[in-house]
């Protein structure tokens, strides 16, 4: 079992930068992949970025060039960097690891981009 706790959200003006982590309860290299999935409301839940245990990254198309997911493999830490916010981005942002045997989800953090 892996518990996540997210953490660094909260309300910013557009062209504003937050960071998001995503504490895992157990080493992440041991998990396949960790990710950061969006849902804003009244849409479907997206994926923003994702790191696999090898280190390899993927983004959406309308995150790449602003948004960075890194990670601290000794503090079991994932987190995304967001700059260059917009309304768009607007959205309860949650955290996943994939493991050979089920996914496991955060609790969200609340990420607001309004002027």
């Known amino acids: 079992q892996v518990q996540l706790v997210e953490s660094g959200g909260g309300s910013v003006q557009p062209g504003g930068s937050l960071r998001l982590s995503c504490a895992a309860s157990?080493?992440?290299?041991?998990?396949?992949?960790m990710g950061w999935y969006r849902q804003a409301p009244g849409k479907q839940r997206e994926l923003v970025a994702v790191?696999?245990?090898?280190?390899?990254?993927n983004y959406a198309d309308s995150v790449k060039g602003r948004f960075t997911i890194s990670r601290d493999t000794a503090k079991d830490t994932v987190y995304l960097q967001m700059n260059m916010l917009k309304p768009e981005d607007t959205a309860v942002y949650s955290c996943?690891?994939?493991?050979?045997?089920?996914?496991?989800w955060g609790q969200g953090t609340q990420v607001t981009v309004s002027s």
């Open positions: 996943k690891a994939t493991t050979q045997i089920m996914d496991y």
């Open positions: 157990k080493s992440i290299l041991m998990i396949s992949a």
């Open positions: 790191i696999t245990s090898a280190g390899l990254t």
